[in-house]
């Protein structure tokens, strides 16, 4: 569960989990506005969230098969070569369309 059994702990989880959602959507939303897709930085300036905040989130979205890797990469504030990012339920929609 991620707590060590104790009330405090369980507390502290709970409210990370509901944090954690919370911004799970943001980063959803975001994407999906953006069908061409997004790299994290990109996607916390749009949003107005700290890095370390929604980084996370794309991990986790990933896993969830919400969100693709989108094979093109753009620099990011640091140089570095980043993953742009796509809404999964984008491609449904074109494939649907």
Not at 22 to 37: D, N, S
Request: net charge positive; glycine share 6%.
């Amino acid at each position: 569960m991620g707590s060590r059994h104790t009330d405090t702990s369980a507390a502290a989880f709970a409210g990370i989990q509901d944090a954690a959602a919370h911004l799970r959507a943001v980063v959803h939303k975001i994407l999906y506005a953006h069908p061409a897709g997004l790299t994290v930085d990109e996607t916390c300036a749009i949003a107005g969230y700290a890095r370390y905040s929604l980084q996370p989130r794309f991990t986790e979205l990933r896993q969830k098969d919400m969100i693709r890797d989108t094979g093109l990469r753009r620099r990011n504030v640091s140089g570095a070569n980043a993953i742009v990012w796509r809404a999964t339920v984008l491609d449904r929609q074109e494939s649907a369309a």
